[in-house]
């Protein structure tokens, strides 16, 4: 079986799964918000299952330019549901916790629009990866893209250090667990940010058929160990941050009813 098929199974077997979990957190911690933090794991689970669906129609229809394009823009899309997760559960804690600060607005906004532009150029650059001549264009506007992503990171990875080891007595005790599993996801999210920032380099040095960090025609041992699994892993502590914020929230709604029945 070739790499690639083989590691697009494993991308399936393991988000046909997540697709309903995802999707059940979303609906049950939509009223209690913040909003972003729940939904983009619906479309990344969807598009994670759609692009392992495609390397292997891609593996069985070779040259076809339109496929091609499809599966790399579905396979380098999948950072970005990940930071915005991140980004949306920080400004969860800096809103419960430091509302009243100046910077925290001015920091999310900077944030918000990071992420939004190097959406932009990420979805743009899939359109050029895969025809010869605009292909410069691509790997120049996804390096681009990239650095953006690492920039933004790492100005949430230093936010959440400061915030555990300098702020942790201004931070309540419930949202002290959202902060401890951000730390943790830091670790994959940032192999998987070196993987995507090695990738561009590469693809524009040697090109997207002559290097072995391509996604769709490099190595797919190297694909699934550095790009695959840390964002599954990054998913997982997701998940489980959706399940305690459903928990916590109705744990809260429960108690703050008989002091509402009582005030009535």
């Not at 609906?27 to 692009?51: E, S």
């Not at 993987?195 to 090109?207: D, Q, W």
Request: net charge positive; charged share 15%.
């Amino acid at each position: 079986m070739n790499p690639h098929t083989a590691a697009a199974i494993a991308q399936i077997v393991f988000y046909v799964p997540a697709v309903p979990v995802a999707l059940y957190l979303c609906i049950r911690n939509w009223k209690y918000g913040p909003r972003m933090a729940w939904y983009p794991a619906v479309p990344f689970t969807l598009i994670r299952l759609a692009g392992g669906i495609l390397t292997i129609v891609e593996e069985q229809n070779q040259g076809n330019i339109g496929i091609i394009i499809a599966t790399i823009v579905l396979l380098n899309i999948g950072l970005i549901p990940l930071i915005t997760t991140f980004s949306a559960i920080v400004r969860l804690i800096l809103q419960d916790n430091f509302k009243n600060e100046r910077w925290v607005p001015k920091f999310l906004r900077l944030v918000r629009w990071n992420i939004i532009a190097a959406i932009a150029l990420l979805s743009t650059a899939g359109g050029f990866s895969g025809q010869t001549g605009t292909s410069s264009t691509g790997s120049t506007l996804s390096i681009v893209a990239y650095v953006q992503f690492a920039a933004v990171l790492v100005a949430l990875a230093a936010l959440c250090l400061v915030l555990y080891f300098g702020k942790r007595d201004r931070i309540r005790a419930g949202d002290e667990t959202y902060l401890k599993y951000l730390l943790l996801a830091i670790i994959p999210l940032f192999v998987r940010t070196a993987y995507g920032l090695v990738a561009v380099f590469e693809v524009r040095a040697h090109g997207i058929l002559n290097t072995i960090w391509s996604s769709l025609f490099g190595s797919a041992v190297l694909f699934a160990l550095m790009a695959l699994l840390p964002e599954y892993i990054a998913l997982v502590l997701y998940f489980r941050l959706g399940f305690y914020r459903m928990q916590t929230c109705k744990r809260d709604a429960v108690s703050e009813a008989p002091k509402s029945s009582d005030g009535a």
